[in-house]
């Protein structure tokens, strides 16, 4: 797929529905007593790989598009699937039922794709051991495939190495099962979906400063639940509405959960025009509309605390970096290094194939910006935030840019392209 530069970028756009939160919403759903209905779900090739998990596991979950509603079989009502679950290209799939599956009275085996089988789950092996859970990597490198033998858990508190949102809510949903209070304490606040989602469906459920707490659960009860646009969708076209001249662009219903929202801030900073208007909220998820207008930005020093609020988005923030005046140095990223691709690496290679000025760390990159930006083949490594990253270079560069293995983007965007398109004027 090619991609030249444009003049300008117009137009509205509703942003589909947040990752992190669809996921959720079926697997809580599937383990709640009831029928929990989703609007707003994001039909992305990973939350399909959810739905499909639950499925197997006698989960009656009727689809269509972005409207889910699941038939709940309560805390206690999963059946062993007939054969392996696969979790497709999803970390939250693999680690979050990794806690879910650890009580089941069944064994299971687990598994993904090429890039899930590098991922490293020593992560929820370990806590989860500690629980008591009989779970063992196949392959015994400390990655999926995993084998979970259902096992009685205990309450741990456990301190986390890492901000992960999905580390912790791999061990808040095995606490459900429990035999005492869990708590999970990490290094900075990591994306807080589960815990307010839970409280939602009648979990007893406690956040104090970076320590979540839960207590075991006899029941949860179904909901409605309307999950707001992803703001890491959002991402690209905030960068792209900033860094291509004469553009302004209004973003429908982004979640701007503050555990989420560090691309605003990062914007703000760097002094983009980003205005935030009709705010709602739904389930403690808050939501805005954003209208964003091309900007000249600065380079700026993002660490520490931002980091787990913006880790998804640290692809486009590189390369926002590259349009920027003076330097922009990403550090405490290292985790950047081990989601669906090197991050950083890839970011690298790729902006130094484009001709800017950007330099690996052991924790994230050095970017010099100002230097012009030419096309270039672009290896996506098949990384649905590399690809939408690329494309947007893509408009902004000097001749062409041809991205190889595009329709990665239907991981969590699959409208990626035509939205992009609508918006070139
Ligand atoms: C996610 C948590 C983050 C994020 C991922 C989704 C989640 O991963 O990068 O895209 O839904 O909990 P980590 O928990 O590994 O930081």
């Given at each position: ?43 992305g ?50 680690r ?84 005492g ?13 589960t ?80 205005t ?16 964003v207008?091309?900007?000249n ?11 787990p ?5 640290l ?23 081990v ?8 970011m ?37 935030r ?40």
């Amino acid at each position: 797929m090619n991609f030249h530069r444009v003049k300008q970028l117009h137009g509205e756009l509703t942003i589909p529905g947040d990752k992190s939160i669809s996921h959720r919403s079926v697997m809580f759903g599937s383990i709640a007593k009831g029928i929990t209905e989703i609007q707003g779900f994001l039909p992305g090739a990973d939350c399909i790989s959810t739905i499909n998990c639950f499925r197997k596991m006698g989960v009656t979950i009727e689809q269509n598009n972005c409207s889910v509603i699941v038939h709940g079989n309560g805390l206690h009502g999963l059946v062993k699937p007939d054969s392996i679950l696969d979790c497709g290209n999803s970390g939250t799939t693999t680690r979050l039922i990794s806690g879910i599956l650890s009580a089941q009275n069944f064994s299971v085996t687990l598994t993904g794709d090429s890039s899930i089988q590098k991922r490293p789950m020593a992560r929820i092996i370990d806590p989860l051991r500690m629980m008591g859970a009989d779970i063992t990597s196949v392959n015994n490198n400390q990655c999926a495939p995993l084998h979970i033998n259902g096992a009685h858990l205990h309450g741990i508190h456990y301190d986390s190495r890492v901000a992960s949102a999905q580390v912790k809510s791999a061990i808040l949903l095995a606490g459900l099962y429990a035999d005492g209070p869990t708590s999970v304490t990490e290094p900075y606040v990591s994306r807080n979906h589960t815990e307010l989602m839970l409280k939602g469906f009648g979990a007893e459920i406690s956040c104090n400063d970076t320590t979540a707490t839960i207590h075991p659960a006899t029941e949860l009860y179904s909901q409605h639940i309307t999950v707001p646009g992803d703001i890491s969708s959002a991402a690209f076209f905030l960068a792209a509405g900033l860094l291509v001249p004469n553009s302004e662009l209004l973003i429908r219903n982004v979640g701007i959960n503050p555990t989420r929202d560090g691309m605003i801030r990062v914007c703000r900073e760097m002094g983009g025009h980003i205005t935030l208007f009709n705010q709602t909220n739904a389930g403690g998820e808050p939501a805005a509309d954003i209208l964003v207008s091309s900007s000249n930005l600065k380079g700026i020093t993002i660490e520490g605390s931002l980091i787990p609020t913006l880790i998804d988005e640290l692809p486009i923030i590189a390369l926002m970096a590259c349009f920027a005046q003076g330097t922009t140095i990403i550090k405490d990223a290292a985790e950047l290094k081990v989601k669906e691709s090197n991050r950083i690496a890839v970011m690298v290679k790729n902006l130094t194939a484009m001709g800017a000025d950007v330099k690996e760390t052991e924790d994230g990159m050095i970017i010099h910006g100002g230097k012009p930006l030419h096309g270039a083949i672009i290896d996506t490594k098949s990384d649905h935030r590399i690809a939408m990253t690329f494309a947007i270079a893509g408009i902004l560069a000097d001749g062409e840019t041809t991205l190889q293995n595009p329709e990665c983007v239907t991981i969590s965007y699959p409208e990626f392209y035509n939205d992009l398109k609508r918006c070139i004027q």
